[in-house]
């Protein structure tokens, strides 16, 4: 079954709670279509951007050669507002079906498909805030005339917010200049659409420190009248990977800036848009980990070698440990795209107004996130290792998925981040009540969900250093539970796959309780800061 076939297969029959969606046969229509243009546009660029990268002239940034051409046909297309409101030119589609497209789409080219994340995670902040911003702009990123970037990160702030220190000041007319710098910014500059529109995270003067002084700002990078705006592309990263995405150090000079919500509340007005982000990367990952397992599994079965030496050399698919990689990378690929399309499908039914939704989408997201990353870096490693010299080498695009994949792991919040929003706001903030309703829904094999139980009990009244050093280990060990779950239930309720998320159910039971333990116990460890104080003590 095709790519795009098993998505719409899973949104209609395993994934709960989308709200609004399509029939299976129009998902699956509009999934087609995007396997279509992925196949024939997304993937040819994909070598052509990651060979010649982007580069910096004049203070613009140039995208490689067809980029421009692609993108103008993808969001002609109608696929840079598919999840945007109809009333704006818009698909009007759920957030879990552009995440399947965008799955389709970044399996091809995930640096192409980072812009079209920008744009659909600025769309749904403007629904939320609404007015005439919304009214402006929505259209426009809709039709994908107009592009957005997040800016976050500065020098000296990357994930420690707080610290943040661009400076806004409001005029004797009412009108915002910011001026400061803003780094690492996906997509801060290019030559893809007519404007572009920075989100950006300002203290205005006077305001206090900390995260509670920061404001949010629309700064685009041209002016109503069509003269640019104090907006300057100061550098481009060289980059391990995602070659065809600029990543850009933008500096900010008097430039003009729009408020967008409440003075003080940048960061919780932002939050519309980082969920939407945070949700992309875990897609990105889902993306290259099936990708990675495809073309490991298709090399797997062309190539041959070993075998009797007096008979023709069989396909290493044969091969014992060839086998357990190809299984493995599977699991991981299933497992991860199952989580983030549940996540997505949560994060629908709580922009309809279901706050239990919500709840449990902001529990599940740090999950998807950071798994998700994690299982597209793994599987480009399987599929390397799979190849063997073949993956090595450039010919072959394993090495490509390794290197774009490794970043996922780090923006939009690194693992560690993602950790402790997890557990010490999302589980023990609230007592456990949300994880509860998570594990009630999602029905992992009870063995694991007691033993995540047991976790969070003995966690309640830790120390504050060993709940923060419980983290990753927690989030990891919620990670094989969703990931139970969710493979049980394909294979109850998958239909024609059901078979076939069975056997990958049961692989990943095999070992998963033996891995939960140790997480559990790594989880209630007390002596990190001792090993680490005598392991790195000063000569």
């Given at each position: 079954?095709?790519?795009?076939?098993?998505?719409?297969l899973?949104?209609?029959?395993?994934?709960?709670?989308?709200e609004?969606?399509?029939?299976?046969?129009?998902?699956?229509?509009?999934?087609?279509?995007?396997?279509?243009?992925?196949?024939?546009?997304?993937?040819?660029?994909?070598?052509?951007?990651?060979?010649?990268?982007?580069?910096?002239?004049?203070?613009?940034?140039?995208?490689?050669?067809?980029?421009?051409?692609?993108?103008?046909?993808?969001?002609?297309?109608?696929?840079?507002?598919?999840?945007?409101?109809?009333?704006?030119?818009?698909?009007?589609?759920?957030?879990?079906?552009?995440?399947?497209?965008?799955?389709?789409?970044?399996?091809?080219?995930?640096?192409?498909?980072?812009?079209?994340?920008?744009?659909?995670?600025?769309?749904?902040?403007?629904?939320?805030?609404?007015?005439?911003?919304?009214?402006?702009?929505?259209?426009?990123?809709?039709?994908?005339?107009?592009?957005?970037?997040i800016?976050?990160?500065?020098?000296?702030?990357?994930?420690?917010?707080?610290?943040?220190?661009?400076?806004?000041?409001?005029?004797?007319?009412?009108?915002?200049?910011?001026?400061?710098?803003?780094?690492?910014?996906?997509?801060?500059?290019?030559?893809?659409?007519?404007?572009?529109?920075?989100?950006?995270?300002?203290?205005?003067?006077?305001?206090?420190?900390?995260?509670?002084?920061?404001?949010?700002?629309?700064?685009?990078?041209?002016?109503?009248?069509?003269?640019?705006?104090?907006?300057?592309?100061?550098?481009?990263?060289?980059?391990?990977?995602?070659?065809?995405?600029?990543?850009?150090?933008l500096?900010?000079?008097d430039?003009?800036?729009?408020?967008?919500?409440?003075?003080?509340?940048?960061?919780?007005?932002?939050?519309?848009?980082?969920?939407?982000?945070?949700?992309?990367?875990?897609?990105q990952?889902?993306?290259?980990?099936?990708?990675?397992?495809s073309?490991?599994?298709?090399?797997?079965?062309?190539?041959?070698?070993?075998?009797?030496?007096?008979?023709?050399?069989?396909?290493?698919?044969?091969?014992?440990?060839?086998?357990?990689?190809?299984?493995?990378?599977?699991?991981?690929?299933?497992?991860?795209?199952?989580?983030?399309?549940?996540?997505?499908?949560?994060?629908?039914?709580?922009?309809?107004?279901?706050p239990?939704?919500?709840?449990?989408?902001?529990?599940?997201?740090?999950?998807?996130?950071?798994?998700g990353?994690?299982?597209?870096?793994?599987?480009?490693?399987?599929?390397?290792?799979?190849?063997?010299?073949?993956?090595y080498?450039?010919?072959?695009?394993?090495?490509?998925?390794?290197r774009d994949?490794?970043?996922?792991?780090?923006?939009?919040?690194?693992?560690a981040?993602?950790?402790?929003?997890?557990?010490?706001?999302?589980?023990?903030?609230?007592?456990?009540?949300?994880?509860?309703?998570?594990?009630?829904?999602?029905?992992?094999?009870?063995?694991?969900?007691?033993?995540?139980?047991?976790?969070?009990?003995?966690?309640?009244?830790?120390?504050?250093?060993?709940?923060?050093?419980?983290?990753?280990?927690?989030?990891?060990?919620?990670?094989?539970?969703?990931?139970?779950?969710?493979?049980?239930?394909?294979?109850?309720?998958?239909?024609?796959?059901?078979?076939?998320?069975?056997?990958?159910?049961?692989?990943?039971a095999?070992?998963?309780?033996?891995?939960?333990?140790?997480?559990?116990?790594r989880?209630?460890?007390g002596?990190?800061?001792?090993?680490?104080?005598?392991?790195?003590?000063?000569?």
């Amino acid at each position: 079954m095709s790519q795009a076939a098993t998505l719409a297969l899973l949104l209609d029959r395993v994934v709960d709670g989308v709200e609004a969606r399509p029939d299976a046969e129009t998902t699956a229509a509009v999934l087609e279509e995007a396997e279509r243009f992925a196949r024939d546009r997304l993937a040819p660029l994909a070598a052509v951007a990651d060979r010649e990268g982007c580069r910096l002239e004049g203070g613009r940034v140039r995208t490689a050669t067809g980029h421009a051409a692609t993108w103008r046909d993808f969001a002609g297309g109608g696929w840079a507002g598919l999840a945007s409101p109809e009333t704006a030119g818009g698909a009007g589609l759920p957030l879990a079906v552009a995440s399947a497209a965008q799955e389709v789409f970044d399996a091809a080219n995930p640096a192409f498909g980072m812009l079209a994340i920008n744009a659909r995670c600025a769309s749904r902040l403007l629904v939320q805030q609404g007015g005439a911003l919304a009214g402006a702009w929505l259209p426009r990123l809709a039709d994908g005339s107009w592009t957005a970037s997040i800016c976050i990160s500065e020098p000296q702030a990357g994930s420690d917010v707080g610290r943040i220190r661009l400076r806004a000041e409001e005029g004797a007319d009412g009108t915002w200049r910011l001026t400061g710098e803003k780094c690492w910014i996906s997509f801060g500059d290019h030559d893809l659409s007519e404007r572009i529109g920075h989100f950006v995270l300002a203290r205005p003067r006077g305001a206090p420190a900390g995260t509670r002084g920061l404001s949010l700002f629309l700064v685009p990078d041209t002016l109503d009248d069509g003269a640019r705006n104090g907006v300057a592309a100061l550098r481009l990263e060289e980059k391990l990977g995602l070659h065809g995405s600029p990543t850009c150090t933008l500096g900010f000079e008097d430039a003009v800036g729009i408020p967008v919500g409440p003075a003080g509340r940048g960061l919780p007005t932002l939050f519309a848009m980082i969920v939407g982000m945070r949700l992309g990367v875990a897609v990105q990952g889902a993306a290259v980990a099936q990708a990675a397992a495809s073309l490991a599994l298709s090399y797997a079965r062309d190539r041959a070698q070993g075998g009797p030496p007096d008979a023709p050399p069989v396909p290493i698919m044969r091969h014992a440990e060839v086998r357990r990689l190809l299984l493995a990378a599977q699991a991981r690929a299933e497992a991860v795209r199952l989580i983030a399309l549940q996540a997505a499908a949560w994060v629908d039914a709580g922009d309809a107004g279901d706050p239990s939704a919500a709840a449990r989408a902001a529990l599940l997201l740090p999950v998807a996130k950071a798994l998700g990353a994690e299982a597209g870096f793994a599987n480009a490693d399987a599929a390397i290792q799979v190849l063997g010299g073949a993956g090595y080498v450039r010919e072959w695009p394993a090495e490509r998925m390794l290197r774009d994949a490794r970043v996922f792991s780090l923006y939009e919040g690194t693992t560690a981040i993602q950790g402790l929003d997890l557990l010490l706001r999302r589980v023990l903030g609230d007592g456990g009540a949300v994880l509860g309703e998570v594990l009630d829904r999602l029905a992992p094999a009870a063995p694991l969900a007691a033993r995540l139980r047991g976790t969070v009990a003995a966690l309640a009244d830790a120390p504050a250093r060993t709940r923060e050093a419980a983290a990753v280990p927690f989030l990891r060990l919620l990670g094989l539970a969703a990931a139970d779950g969710l493979l049980r239930r394909a294979a109850e309720t998958a239909g024609p796959l059901a078979g076939r998320y069975a056997a990958l159910a049961a692989f990943h039971a095999a070992e998963a309780e033996e891995r939960a333990a140790l997480l559990a116990a790594r989880c209630l460890r007390g002596d990190l800061d001792a090993a680490f104080d005598a392991a790195f003590a000063p000569d």
